[in-house]
């Protein structure tokens, strides 16, 4: 690796994402002609330790630095005005940062996650402060006019903002508090117990969601209002209060299914009359493997198994109407599925990275999302019962065991990387009603016979089969 990285002299503006993701740099120098630092132009330079920043820079750009996890100090020179959002967001060794009078403004998430964050100094010059700008650092205390940190709590007036101590066990609502802010201690990892002001009415969307540590909670009478998903993917199995029910890890609202609440759950019975299962509500639970639908379910949402990599086979109910984008996206272990006659939306990426081996999809459905089966590299045979006019883009990419696909008479246009990198496709069946077929759409399907290829460029293809 290199050990220092030298930006040319004459250079005045480092360009957006010039450096992003470069490995190699651990040590940069940047000439003082710079006074530019594009957006993003060094983000994800996970070595680099060292930058100097001349004093002819003016601006730095949003997330110029964000996610170089081995940055450990930063020296902003008193010629910058402003830190644009989330200038230095995930820096989670960055421990010293010196924040020159010249600054008049530190914009949205500048420091978030910045984990080894202790302590900072914020000058009077200082006169806006955007949201979660300490969130999920280790700052207990700080006091300026524009912010106020005590116990690693961020308190705007009655609202609870967020957490500024990601390594806080216990959190103390202080009196006077009336609202807790949307996702106020999210992913707070090591939060076992919260102890609620009797001031406290709201607690916002969520606030507390992916606190693995959090397996109880008792809500003061004084809460009127809870925001869905308040507490997703915590390890709460019950809690009944007047604003929310928790019943065996399950968060329900009339007929919807708004979360899991219980991030070791294994095996769900999703209660009869839940129409709907809200988006996100299980998502990357790891060891979720059995899922029990009702028959009154009709909609699935966007995310909602999406990263369940232990879930291995679903039985869908033929209520069911719709899956949203990404519902069962990144469950590795996937390798069962039946749509029922019912459906009639299937979202993007809506079963992507599965291990699915074959697939009907029926006559009932009337809208498929692009990307549905990207990635699915088991998947085998594919049956298109349903009138649609086109196959979407990149619908099949990647599907390199594909060999099989049967293709109605009612499709007109095939999408550009519609059956992209489906390397063993050999043979495919085209019906007379195609009349486009757009660039890249068979790309990577080297295996297909010369019959097949003189076929597919009968019907209009002009790309390549390499």
Request: charge should be negative.
């Amino acid at each position: 690796m290199s050990k220092k990285f030298m930006i040319p002299y004459g250079s005045t503006e480092i360009r957006d994402f010039a450096y992003r993701n470069r490995i190699d740099i651990i040590n940069v120098s940047i000439p003082d002609s710079v006074q530019v630092i594009g957006l993003c132009a060094f983000n994800g330079c996970t070595n680099l330790k060292k930058i100097s920043i001349p004093s002819s820079v003016k601006f730095i750009d949003q997330y110029a630095f964000a996610n170089c996890t081995s940055l450990e100090e930063i020296y902003i020179p008193n010629s910058v005005l402003s830190i644009a959002i989330g200038g230095f967001r995930n820096c989670i060794s960055l421990r010293k940062v010196i924040i020159p009078n010249s600054v008049e403004e530190i914009s949205h998430g500048v420091f978030e996650n910045c984990v080894s964050l202790r302590s900072i100094t914020i000058p009077s010059s200082v006169k806006i402060i955007g949201a979660d700008v300490f969130k999920n650092c280790g700052i207990e205390n700080l006091s300026h006019p524009c912010i106020e940190i005590k116990n690693g709590l961020c308190i705007h007036e009655d609202r609870l903002m967020y957490c500024s101590d990601n390594s806080m066990m216990i959190a103390y609502i202080p009196t006077g508090i009336r609202t807790i802010s949307r996702e106020a201690f999210y992913e707070c990892g090591f939060l076992k117990k919260i102890l609620f002001a009797n001031t406290v009415s709201e607690i916002e969307f969520g606030a507390f969601g992916y606190c693995k540590s959090l397996e109880h909670i008792e809500i003061p009478e004084s809460v009127k209002a809870v925001g869905y998903e308040a507490f997703r993917g915590c390890n709460i199995f019950e809690l009944h209060h007047k604003a929310i029910q928790i019943d065996k890890g399950l968060c329900i609202r009339g007929e919807v299914l708004d979360s899991c609440t219980y991030l070791n759950i294994e095996n769900v019975v999703i209660p009869d009359l839940i129409s709907v299962i809200s988006s996100g509500a299980f998502q990357d639970f790891k060891k979720l493997n059995s899922v029990s639908f009702p028959n009154s379910l009709v909609e699935i949402g966007d995310y909602a198994f999406f990263g369940c990599t232990s879930l291995m086979k679903i039985n869908l109910p033929s209520s069911l109407t719709s899956i949203g984008t990404n519902a069962f996206g990144c469950c590795i272990s996937l390798e069962n599925i039946y749509l029922p006659s019912s459906i009639n939306s299937i979202g993007t990426f809506a079963f992507v990275e599965t291990r699915i081996r074959s697939i009907i999809i029926p006559e009932s459905a009337v809208h498929l999302g692009s990307r549905m089966f990207l990635d699915c590299r088991e998947l085998e045979s594919v049956i298109i019962e349903c009138k649609i006019e086109e196959i979407p883009e990149f619908m099949f990419d990647g599907c390199v065991s594909l060999v099989d696909v049967s293709i109605p008479n009612s499709v007109k246009t095939i999408k550009k990387n519609a059956f992209c990198n489906c390397e063993s496709l050999v043979n495919i069946e085209l019906p007379d009603s195609i009349t486009v077929i757009e660039n890249f759409a068979f790309n990577g399907c080297y295996s297909l016979s010369k019959q097949a290829k003189q076929m597919i460029r009968n019907h209009g293809y002009k790309g390549s089969f390499d």
